[in-house]
């Protein structure tokens, strides 16, 4: 397999059997760091590196996270790191770290989980304090609807040798005082909630129905039935532009392998990488249409991240570079 790698540093399936067979032997670590120095950009790698890491040491899985999340746009690496966190981390570091996972992969159309799970968070939060502030707030309607708490869901499903690793530790904290705390460290609170809702619901998703239902019940929780239904048919447009594009969407995305990694061209290889640049073109001149009548610096926004996230899997296709530069000339207006 090492002559194979020597004579082909582009040979992913002999870099998969060697990570393989240096798993299998306890040691993989510097297969790894090879991989990942070879393909950068390669989540499914990273992912891979990170999770055997976690069975190690939690520090060490966290590390190299950091060293890979703001250079790879990919939805898959991130919920890798997510469930990371709500494994081992306080629930304030698990709320920042779905907060800068949304604020670089909110507009991905495969989001729907992340605005899910960030949402139930931030509801168990507001509950909580909609409880100590008024005893009579579940009779009066004022809390919200509540999924489970997905860093408990998260931890029940580990095994009990890495549960051992959260005992005395502040993340074994999910008390509502320690969500009271992290509440108030976040300025979590009405307006805040509110400008989440509003994102996560014209995000364009598969969740958006879902939340749309949340959104509705938590302005008519505040007491004032003409200013939720003023406020609710002012962003209902949004929702409903969003929903349908996802509709188009999903179909256009159905197929594509976002875990793919980026090889030169070969006589080997081209047929199937024409065939995910095709996939990803009909993606780009969707988006590049501005189906959510978007204003320019949030389409500009949007269309870059697909950019970058089909370059993920085509970054030696000429055509796509080409394209995103020509996009970007004009002003991010074709």
Not at 242 to 259: F, P, Y
Request: with cysteine; aromatic share 8%.
């Amino acid at each position: 397999l090492e002559s194979a790698i020597e004579a082909d540093p582009f040979d992913l399936a002999s870099w998969d059997a060697r990570i393989k067979e240096a798993t299998n032997a306890g040691q993989p670590q510097e297969v790894f760091e090879r991989a990942v120095k070879q393909f950068p950009f390669a989540a499914r790698l990273w992912i891979a590196y990170a999770e055997w890491c976690e069975q190690q040491d939690t520090a060490q899985a966290m590390a190299v996270y950091q060293r890979c999340l703001q250079q790879v746009p990919s939805l898959d690496l991130w919920s890798s790191y997510l469930g990371c966190c709500k494994r081992y981390s306080p629930v304030e570091d698990v709320l920042r770290a779905y907060q800068r996972a949304l604020d670089l992969l909110g507009m991905d159309p495969r989001a729907g989980l992340l605005w899910t799970e960030y949402l139930s968070l931030l509801k168990h939060i507001y509950n909580a304090q909609q409880k100590k502030d008024n005893p009579d707030a579940d009779v009066q309607g004022k809390l919200l609807a509540q999924d489970a708490n997905p860093v408990e869901a998260a931890r029940r499903t580990m095994k009990p040798l890495l549960k051992k690793r959260l005992e005395g530790t502040k993340a074994a904290d999910l008390s509502e005082e320690e969500l009271l705390r992290v509440g108030e460290a976040l300025s979590i609170d009405q307006s805040f909630l509110r400008v989440v809702f509003q994102r996560a619901a014209s995000a364009s998703h598969s969740a958006m129905e879902k939340l749309w239902v949340g959104y509705e019940q938590f302005e008519k929780s505040l007491g004032n039935p003409q200013s939720a239904q003023k406020v609710l048919s002012e962003h209902m447009p949004r929702y409903i532009r969003g929903k349908n594009a996802h509709k188009e969407l999903h179909q256009l995305l159905n197929g594509i392998d976002t875990l793919a990694i980026a090889l030169p061209l070969t006589a080997r290889n081209a047929q199937q990488q024409a065939k995910l640049m095709d996939k990803w073109r009909a993606v780009l001149q969707f988006e590049r249409s501005n189906p959510l009548r978007l204003g320019r610096p949030d389409l500009q926004a949007r269309v870059a991240l697909s950019y970058q996230q089909a370059s993920l899997g085509c970054a030696y296709q000429a055509e796509l570079w080409h394209d995103f530069v020509e996009w970007l000339d004009l002003g991010g207006q074709r």
